[in-house]
T-cell receptor, first 111, second 116 residues
């Protein structure tokens, strides 16, 4: 089983739609969770951290479900500029800090 | 200059060449990473340096050799690479807080490597 698993998509949605991505992780001891965004041929950039209580940043909402070991990202009122690959990131809990990336979910927002 | 800077941005090398990738971070972080991203594949963690000590090597071939002279600089020395090593090589840094905890990672723009 992969440490971090995501549906690769692509999710093809119209502008203004609401879209949700899920990500599952295998290490129940993981403590740090993030969503990153990666545009084509660019480096990944932090979109938002994911906190236990859930958090919201404008049109983006992230949730953590420790019992089921998944995190989610909800995007409301999709914009054309939201088209990108969204990467789920979890830290591997051992003696040192390592961030493990999922393979990403591709989002295409059409006019 | 701020953030994480990588040079060169693009590199074409022959299989018999020796080259080095350079990364510099200006964020005061204590951990640095090399990731490899091949076409249509997820980011693969290659090396982790925490407090200038290498703590991870995910069975990366010996033709890749990392060097971390201080907490702000990271190198990846390349020699006798294969065409399948062509990929985007990304450097990142973060702040490790101990006991497996830490912050988000910030990435450089990457070096796009082509091995011919």
């Amino acid at each position: 089983r992969k440490e971090v698993e995501q549906d690769p998509g692509p999710f093809n949605v119209p502008e203004g739609a609401t879209v949700a991505f899920n990500c599952t992780y295998s290490n129940s001891a993981s403590q740090s969770f993030f969503w990153y965004r990666q545009d084509c041929r660019k480096e990944p950039k932090l979109l938002m951290s994911v906190y236990s209580s859930g958090n919201e940043d404008g049109r983006f909402t992230a949730q953590l479900n420790r019992a089921s070991q998944y995190i989610s990202l909800l995007i409301r009122d999709s914009k054309l500029s939201d088209s990108a690959t969204y990467l789920c990131v979890v830290n591997r809990m051992d003696s040192s800090y390592k961030l493990i990336f999922g393979s990403g979910t591709r989002l295409l927002v059409r006019p | 200059e701020t953030g994480v800077t990588q040079t060169p941005r693009h590199l074409v090398m022959g299989m018999t060449n020796k080259k080095s990738l350079k990364c510099e971070q200006h964020l005061g972080h204590n951990a640095m990473y090399w990731y490899k991203q091949s076409a249509k594949k997820p980011l693969e963690l290659m090396f982790v340096y925490s407090l200038e000590e290498r703590v991870e090597n995910n069975s990366v071939p010996s033709r890749f050799s990392p060097e971390c002279p201080n907490s702000s600089h990271l190198f990846l020395h390349l020699h006798t690479l294969q065409p399948e090593d062509s990929a985007l090589y990304l450097c990142a840094s973060s702040q490790e807080g101990g006991r497996g905890l830490g912050t988000e990672a910030f990435f450089g723009q990457g070096t796009r490597l082509t091995v011919v």
